[in-house]
């Protein structure tokens, strides 16, 4: 094992004592972590370490996942339970497997899945701004005012174009110019995105995807990973979530129509001009995907010092698709073939 993991090993193996079993590390992008057993409990808990070096692609309001976790305790249904353990604050871990892991077919998941996932977004919608004293990492100059929903999806274009694609662009600037993608796509997304409804903000978890959801052996469905929560337009939830599950077009709707019976009754200022907006927001997220995306599969075909050439082709397909998806919203001319990809990969 690395140094660069042994901390949070360690304490995972100090915790569970000497006959204590500890599993991992489990797979995360963020984190490197480890569940095990607490001595004399039946509690299971997860000790994790944020992954050196690791790229931010998504904007984060509040500082401590645990500290939301703890207030959200309940007003929220199915979340992981903070347990403070020898001056930690630990989250407990969910038996179960995630949606990802189901053998579903065309994407759908089970009525009933999708019935709990609209309670998680009503449960979300009732909870404010005023409602959460948790402390955030954004400045209040930088938070947008409640019901500002341009000024909320502007936070985010700021994030995607400072610390995605400026930050980067010493490394990755030339991919994304021989891709077709240089700055002035900016301008063509806040053209082609803009112009929101205002809507009372409520808290977000800001992705909802098949990881980030797990059934436990009742059938009971939990949501995982709040580090990107945000307290801003809950339409975006929606946006977010239908963006990452795919889900077949007359599952796509019911949730649509959902969404929509649960927000408005909760808070009818909270739901009011969806028809026009969702697409927008969609139309965000299939362009923010552009940016992460090139970096994270190029970095995908590094092998050692060389290419994974075996691998090539998939990533060239998957890159082209993500591209031509956001075409209208970068208000891109062209969608680049699949030699011009792969010349600029290798390159």
Request: contains cysteine; hydrophobic residues 40%; negative net charge.
């Amino acid at each position: 094992m690395t140094t660069q993991f042994l901390g949070a090993r360690q304490r995972a193996d100090e915790l569970s004592g000497v006959d204590g079993l500890v599993r991992g590390p489990l797979e995360g992008y963020h984190h490197e972590t480890y569940v095990l057993t607490l001595p004399g409990e039946t509690r299971i808990v997860k000790v994790r370490e944020p992954r050196e070096e690791i790229l931010w692609f998504d904007r984060r309001c509040f500082r401590s996942e645990e500290d939301l976790l703890r207030a959200l305790q309940g007003k929220v249904g199915r979340i992981p339970a903070i347990h403070d353990v020898a001056g930690m604050a630990l989250q407990g871990f969910i038996e179960g497997r995630t949606l990802k892991a189901r053998a579903w077919g065309d994407r759908r998941i089970p009525e009933a899945v999708l019935d709990q996932l609209v309670d998680l977004f009503q449960e979300m919608a009732r909870i404010t701004p005023g409602m959460l004293n948790v402390e955030r990492r954004c400045e209040p100059e930088d938070r947008a005012e409640n019901g500002d929903c341009d000024g909320f999806l502007e936070r985010l274009i700021v994030f995607v174009e400072d610390q995605v694609y400026k930050k980067n662009y010493a490394d990755f600037g030339r991919l994304f110019e021989e891709l077709g993608i240089g700055d002035e796509v900016f301008v063509q997304l806040r053209k082609n995105v803009s112009g929101l409804r205002e809507r009372d903000f409520c808290l977000l978890h800001a992705d909802l995807h098949r990881e980030n959801l797990v059934l436990d052996p009742l059938g009971q469905l939990w949501a995982i990973d709040w580090e990107l929560a945000m307290l801003g337009d809950p339409l975006y939830d929606l946006a977010t979530n239908l963006y990452l599950m795919s889900y077949p077009a007359d599952q796509r709707d019911r949730m649509i129509a959902e969404w929509f019976r649960v927000v408005h009754r909760v808070r009818p200022r909270s739901a009011q001009g969806w028809e026009n907006d969702l697409g927008r927001l969609i139309g965000f997220k299939k362009a923010q995907s552009v940016f992460t995306d090139v970096i994270r599969l190029s970095l995908s075909l590094r092998d050692g010092s060389g290419i994974n050439w075996v691998k090539l082709p998939s990533v060239v397909r998957k890159l082209q698709a993500i591209i031509a998806a956001a075409a209208g919203p970068l208000g891109l001319t062209e969608v680049p073939s699949r030699s011009r990809i792969a010349t600029a990969l290798v390159r």
